[in-house]
């Protein structure tokens, strides 16, 4: 199983340097100052996160939708491509920088889980997201199809719950009732 991997012998870099390099559509982030690089995403990876793009497009409140690659900013050594994110209208904390990035915590981010990304799903990026106060985490395990929902309570993140296609649950972020069974439909 490949958890990442590095595209050049430098391994460290900044995020201004990482935002200046040319657009690419490869699947790159700079994670605690480190460009790393995995393989395109399989099919089940790909459409699990159209159906999530899907549902919160649908369900949103308002505010923008966005899937991967989209860089957000958090600081100097952390610029990522969540799978899916969206920012409420009423976000300060998450803004369009010049039609190039975003910077700062969007309200909701999923990621799905791949073998090349699946623990840095699980520990550094959850740990990045609770630190700049992204409000709700999911993270979407294909394979298994279980949704894992966290909420941002007190500055921690705190386990709402794993559903699995037969479920619903409720998102306080969105003010929605979400179908997870429509995540997983592939």
Not at 139 to 168: C, F, M, N, S
Not at 172 to 178: A, E, N, Q, R
């Amino acid at each position: 199983m490949v958890d990442h991997v590095q595209i050049a012998p430098r391994t460290r870099m900044t995020s201004a340097e990482f935002l200046a390099l040319p657009e690419s559509n490869l699947p790159m982030e700079l994670l605690n100052g480190e460009i790393m690089m995995v393989p395109a995403p399989s099919i089940s990876h790909q459409l699990v996160t159209g159906n999530a793009f899907l549902i919160l497009h649908t369900l949103k409140p308002d505010g923008v939708v966005m899937f991967a690659p989209t860089d957000v900013y958090f600081d100097d050594e952390n610029t990522v491509q969540p799978d899916v994110l969206w920012c409420s209208a009423q976000n300060t904390h998450c803004i369009r920088v010049e039609d190039h990035y975003w910077q700062g915590a969007p309200d909701l981010i999923v990621e799905v889980l791949s073998p090349g990304t699946g623990r840095q799903d699980k520990n550094a990026k959850f740990n990045l997201y609770q630190k700049y106060g992204v409000r709700e985490y999911w993270i979407a395990d294909p394979v298994h199809k279980v949704l894992e929902v966290w909420q941002l309570q007190d500055g921690r993140y705190t386990r709402q719950g794993a559903y699995g296609p037969e479920d619903t649950f409720e998102s306080p972020v969105l003010g929605k009732v979400v179908d997870v069974s429509k995540i997983f439909t592939v």
